[in-house]
Nanobody, 123 residues
Framework: QVQLVESGGGLVQAGGSLRLSCAAS????????MGWFRQAPGKEREFVAA????????DYADSVKGRFTISRDNAKNTVYLQMNSLKPEDTAVYYC????????????????WGQGTQVTASS
């Protein structure tokens, strides 16, 4: 079966950095666009970043542009999210997701989800 396993979350001070990884198995990774979403307590799940299967198209939420970088390694079936200059408002559970075909910023468009990893940026 398809599995997406996130890692790399943790607690950092505001201004710090973290790198999230998401290892995929059970699917042909290069056929899937990959996305990162986050959900804070009491809030809806929101789009963070997405990358097309080839890496040729990348989208970011306005709130993370210039601070976060999404990338993928199709040989390793892994997608990454480099997060720099973290702010307290970035605190959330971060999820990776896979979508067959083209990328999307809508969480309902994604077929598979990981279990999430907690990111906390303290002020």
């Amino acid at each position: 079966q398809v599995q997406l396993v996130e890692s790399g979350g943790g607690l950092v001070q505001a201004g710090g950095s973290l790198r999230l990884s998401c290892a995929a198995s059970g699917l042909t990774f290069s056929n899937y666009a990959m996305g990162w979403f986050r959900q804070a307590p009491g809030k809806e799940r929101e789009f963070v970043a997405a990358i097309r299967w080839s890496g040729g198209r990348i989208d970011y939420a306005d709130s993370v542009k210039g601070r976060f970088t999404i990338s993928r390694d199709n040989a390793k079936n892994t997608v990454y999210l480099q997060m720099n200059s973290l702010k307290p408002e970035d605190t959330a559970v971060y999820y990776c997701a896979a979508k067959w075909g083209s990328s999307s910023t809508g969480h309902r468009d994604y077929n598979y989800w990981g279990q999430g990893t907690q990111v906390t940026a303290s002020s």
